[in-house]
């Protein structure tokens, strides 16, 4: 019952934020918005081995658990850095079987996108505009394969989102429905912990607002109108750590538990960064709502986030059918 | 069951608890505790939920009055107190609220005045949970009106059985009674009952108000109705709902344990903390506000889950479960700070904001400051 990080996670979750913020400034959202790179882009994260965090050490990778990269992937999500470290946990857990594609995983010698959807027309996936290699699922069958991306006007460019027609495949897996499965609530779990990352810079950003910022003679987070929609946005990302770290604990130590972990966070992900990105906003008010302000740079990645890899609804479904069948115990 | 009969077995219960080693888990053992951690503690409390044990009857006591003592008690005090408490031999209750004196607790108006070795006290405390069966209460009482108002209190141990005192039982919204008002009329305490020093009673009360946060906020166990019982009603109910009803009541169900879930690891990270040494922090309020909206939307789910039974005070075969549990929601979000007054201290302690000028901080409580 002890919930905690432990020293190496903290060391680790220490030295990632001073490399997001070296490398990945949120201003870098707001530049791929009109063409721009990602930053700090997929090599960079490949370099210093965020990537193959969760790949075997005999695939080159550092043989981490998934609490390992959301810890990572936290801070990488407080500066909406991209590529996504979804991608990163979701190839690691389908590339199991395959060490010689994990290895260009973790090395970065392929840009790995996992698609959602028919593979000869996908969902909108992550990182899927720079890929080179896509992993999909096609008759039950995993498959891997080249392929034409087709991004849409991005609403988040930081996310890389393509609709992608697979243009050879070649059967890793059949039958891999399950592993799919797994992958996908890999791929939730490091989902909410970038969410939470960002939920916690857009609060921490509108809290050193309201410090300063005066009206009427004082600080806006005087009042309790401002202090109250504050405090209920922190109590918010609080609750979502909580979840974000057990659903990452239990990927590794508790796999019974994932499925309903994993869909828990990701539903509260998408409620909390959504609320935490429009506090922002609402506190910075008419500055929060301009082109030059990070505000909307975190606005947009809850209006994205929040419809990756299932809605909020769909999760809390799942979270329920899986209660009602037995999953608390 | 009489009430007294029942009582007495709610005292018997807590004592075999204690005897079998389950109470007082994370209190040293000096004082009678078992000198465990709050993890431990929360791992006893998620068995005794599970085995269908009644809440301690002292769990005031427990939670708040107890870690009190210890901390600001003398060396005789605590001798003299801390095991009866833990075997319930006397049962605590904590007289701070007052008519005039709620979410503003350093407003109260109840006085203590010096005689000689004794204090004598007149007012009103009200709001007070178990004051009808209470053998002891710590009193907040104003002994400084010339000071400001946090800076006029001091806090006493109260015999409930002394002469001048009167406990008159609340009937609550729901039509019980679970809470009462007291009066105290030329009530004698003595000095050696003062827990702390004269115009101390402010911090003293601080360290009673951040145990009860801890206590309320999160025990591993939830509040109000345990999750598993929503889910156990959900596995009943739902297939007996239209399927277009069950689709809605399933995301009543998921935002439920979601929330729960969510406030049950983050008592847990709390106590992880604590077991290492920290002390209870203003965090410990986020438990308390976000324990109580979890135990809203578990209440409302299992209420809808009812159907045309909702309407009701309870079903047709006679549960009330659901329905005492909405009822009883609305006194959660008042007691034990007001989710107002906790979104108050999260801001300006966790969070660093300013306070809101307050004009009657630093005046003296008789210059009108009230």
């Known amino acids: 019952?002890?919930?905690?990080?432990?020293?190496?996670?903290?060391?680790?979750?220490?030295?990632?934020?001073?490399?997001?913020?070296?490398?990945?400034?949120?201003?870098?959202?707001?530049?791929?918005?009109?063409?721009?790179?990602?930053?700090?882009g997929g090599k960079a994260l490949a370099d210093i081995g965020f990537l193959g965090m969760t790949v075997p050490e005999a695939a080159g990778g550092a043989g981490g658990s998934l609490l390992d990269l959301a810890v990572v992937a936290e801070q990488g999500g407080a500066v909406l850095a991209g590529p996504s470290l979804v991608t990163a946990a979701r190839a690691a857990v389908l590339l199991a079987d395959a060490p010689d594609l994990a290895a260009q995983l973790a090395d970065g010698s392929a840009a790995f996108a996992v698609v959602d959807g028919p593979v000869t027309g996908s969902s909108p996936s992550i990182d899927a505009a720079g890929a080179t290699l896509f992993l999909g699922l096609d008759d039950g069958a995993l498959v891997v394969g080249e392929g034409e991306a087709t991004p849409g006007r991005p609403l988040d460019a930081t996310r890389g989102l393509a609709s992608v027609r697979l243009t050879s495949r070649r059967v890793l897996a059949e039958d891999a429905g399950q592993l799919w499965a797994r992958a996908r609530q890999a791929a939730a779990v490091v989902l909410a912990a970038e969410d939470l990352g960002a939920a916690d810079a857009a609060v921490q950003m509108a809290v050193g607002y309201a410090q300063q910022r005066e009206a009427f003679g004082r600080r806006i987070g005087s009042y309790q109108a401002v202090k109250h929609m504050l405090v209920d946005a922190w109590v918010g990302v609080d609750q979502l750590r909580s979840l974000v770290w057990w659903a990452a604990w239990a990927a590794d130590a508790a796999p019974d538990e994932?499925?309903?972990?994993?869909?828990?966070?990701?539903?509260?992900?998408?409620?909390?960064?959504?609320?935490?990105?429009e506090t922002c906003i609402q506190v910075h008010g008419g500055i929060g709502f301009t082109w030059e302000h990070d505000a909307h740079l975190y606005w947009r990645r809850a209006k994205v986030d929040r419809l990756l890899l299932g809605d909020a609804a769909e999760h809390l479904d799942a979270v329920a059918r899986l209660a009602v069948a037995g999953a608390l115990g | 069951m009489d009430a007294a009969t029942a009582e007495a077995e709610l005292r018997r219960t807590q004592r075999v608890l204690y005897e079998a080693g389950l109470v007082g888990v994370p209190w040293p053992r000096e004082h009678g505790g078992q000198g465990g951690t709050l993890v431990q503690q929360a791992i006893v409390q998620q068995e005794l939920a599970r085995a269908g044990v009644p809440t301690l009857i002292n769990h005031i006591g427990l939670g708040m009055c107890g870690p009190t003592v210890i901390a600001h008690g003398s060396d005789d005090q605590r001798r003299r107190y801390l095991l009866r408490l833990l075997r319930a031999d006397d049962v605590w209750c904590q007289l701070f609220s007052e008519p005039a004196a709620g979410s503003d607790l350093a407003a109260l108006r109840t006085?203590?005045?010096?005689?000689?070795?004794?204090?004598?006290?007149?007012?009103?405390?009200?709001?007070?949970?178990?004051?009808?069966?209470?053998?002891?209460?710590?009193?907040?009482?104003?002994?400084d009106p010339e000071r400001p108002k946090h800076a006029g209190l001091t806090m006493f141990v109260v015999d409930l059985h002394a002469p001048g005192v009167t406990v008159r039982p609340l009937r609550q919204m729901i039509g019980s009674a679970g809470f009462n008002e007291v009066f105290f009329d030329d009530v004698r305490i003595p000095d050696s009952e003062r827990l702390g020093e004269p115009g101390e009673g402010w911090p003293v009360a601080l360290t009673t108000l951040m145990n009860e946060r801890v206590a309320i906020g999160g025990a591993g166990s939830d509040l109000g109705v345990p999750v598993e019982t929503l889910v156990a009603h959900a596995r009943q109910r739902l297939p007996q709902l239209d399927p277009d009803r069950q689709v809605l009541a399933r995301q009543a169900v998921g935002r439920a344990v979601v929330a729960s879930l969510a406030t049950r690891y983050t008592g847990y990270r709390r106590f992880t903390e604590l077991s290492r040494g920290g002390l209870p922090g203003p965090e410990a309020s986020a438990g308390k506000l976000a324990g109580t909206a979890a135990a809203k939307l578990v209440a409302d789910a299992g209420v809808r889950l009812l159907g045309?039974?909702?309407v009701h005070a309870a079903t047709g075969e006679g549960d009330e479960t659901w329905q005492r549990s909405q009822g009883f929601l609305p006194g959660l979000a008042i007691a034990g700070g007001t989710d107002q007054v906790l979104r108050n201290i999260l801001g300006e302690r966790v969070l660093g904001l300013p306070p809101e000028p307050r004009v009657d901080k630093s005046a003296p409580y008789a210059g009108g400051a009230r």
């Open chain 1, 1 to 40: 019952m002890n919930v905690d990080l432990g020293p190496d996670q903290r060391d680790a979750a220490a030295g990632a934020r001073d490399f997001y913020r070296g490398s990945a400034p949120p201003a870098a959202a707001r530049e791929a918005l009109e063409g721009g790179a990602v930053a700090p």
């Open chain 1, 258 to 277: 994932l499925p309903l972990a994993a869909s828990a966070a990701e539903a509260l992900a998408a409620e909390v960064l959504e609320r935490a990105a």
């Open chain 2, 111 to 143: 006085t203590a005045v010096r005689y000689g070795d004794d204090w004598v006290v007149n007012g009103q405390k009200v709001w007070t949970t178990l004051a009808h069966v209470a053998d002891h209460g710590i009193l907040l009482a104003r002994t």
């Open chain 2, 308 to 310: 045309d039974d909702a």
